[in-house]
Nanobody, 122 residues
Framework: QVQLAESGGGLVQAGGSLRLACAAS????????VGWFRQAPGKEREFIGV????????SYGGSVKDRFSIDRDNVKNTVYLQMNSLQPEDTAVYYC???????????????WGQGTQVTVSS
């Protein structure tokens, strides 16, 4: 069983950047595809992007494309979400999730982290 833990969230001004990390324990993350999602208060969970097990393929949701990017370091058992040009509407709890398919919806992912808060001030 793989356990996931996000880190790197915090408060940032509009236009700033953050780099979130999703660290795995209990089992290697290198056999999983890893997705990033976010959820703002009162809103549904939103797909941000996904990276395949090797890091050779990524796919992003429309609202963050060209601003966010995902990469991974399988030696460190960690996946990263680089967020640039952050805006107040990016404020949310950010989650990483591991699964056996590259899905753009939440249900196919069997393993989730606890989330990390990102707050963007105007």
């Amino acid at each position: 069983q793989v356990q996931l833990a996000e880190s790197g969230g915090g408060l940032v001004q509009a236009g700033g950047s953050l780099r979130l990390a999703c660290a795995a324990s209990g089992r290697t993350l290198s056999t999983y595809n890893v997705g990033w999602f976010r959820q703002a208060p009162g809103k549904e969970r939103e797909f941000i992007g996904v990276i395949n097990w090797s890091g050779s393929t990524t796919s992003y949701g429309g609202s963050v494309k060209d601003r966010f990017s995902i990469d991974r370091d399988n030696v460190k058992n960690t996946v990263y979400l680089q967020m640039n040009s952050l805006q107040p509407e990016d404020t949310a709890v950010y989650y990483c999730a591991a699964g056996v398919v590259m899905a753009t919806t939440a249900p196919p992912y069997g393993h989730w982290g606890q989330g990390t808060q990102v707050t963007v001030s105007s």
